[in-house]
C-alpha cells in the first residue's frame, strides 16, 4: 500500500497562487502515475492534472495554462502549482496513485482544501 500525505491547500483570492504538496510512503517503488483531483461541494472527484514518474504530465482544459503538476522521484512528491486562481477553482483537493497492475487510482490522500474567493 501507498500511503499520502497532502499539504498547502488554503483561502485565498481570486488571481492568487498556491502550491500544494504531496508526500508518499510505503510501497513508492509501485506508483506508476500521481494526480491531484477536485471536488467542489456537490460534485463528483474530477482530475485536475497527472504526471507519470517519467514526467509527462496531463492536465483539465479548465486548468491548461494556470496549473503546474511536477513530481520529485527522489522524494516520492508530486507538487501542484496552481497560478491565477479561480473561484471555479474552490474545492477539496485529493492526492491519488495509480500503481503498476492498478485498473485505477487506488490510494488517496486525506484531502486539502482550497477556497478562492472572488
Known amino acids: 500500500q501507498v500511503q499520502l500525505v497532502e499539504s498547502g491547500g488554503g483561502s485565498v483570492q481570486a488571481g492568487d497562487s498556491l502550491t500544494l504538496s504531496c508526500a508518499a510512503s510505503g510501497r513508492t517503488f509501485t506508483i506508476y502515475s500521481m494526480g491531484w483531483f477536485r471536488q467542489a461541494p456537490g460534485n463528483d472527484r474530477d482530475l485536475v492534472a497527472s504526471?507519470?514518474?517519467?514526467?509527462?504530465?496531463t492536465y483539465a482544459d479548465s486548468v491548461k495554462g494556470r496549473f503546474t503538476i511536477s513530481i520529485d522521484n527522489a522524494k516520492d512528491t508530486v507538487f501542484l502549482q496552481m497560478n491565477s486562481l479561480k473561484p471555479s477553482d474552490t474545492g477539496v483537493y485529493y492526492c491519488?496513485?495509480?500503481?503498476?497492475?492498478?485498473?485505477?487510482?487506488?490510494?488517496w490522500g486525506q484531502g486539502t482544501r482550497v477556497t478562492v474567493s472572488s
Open positions: 491519488g496513485v495509480y500503481t503498476y497492475g492498478s485498473a485505477n487510482y487506488d490510494s
Open positions: 504526471i507519470l514518474r517519467g514526467g509527462t504530465p
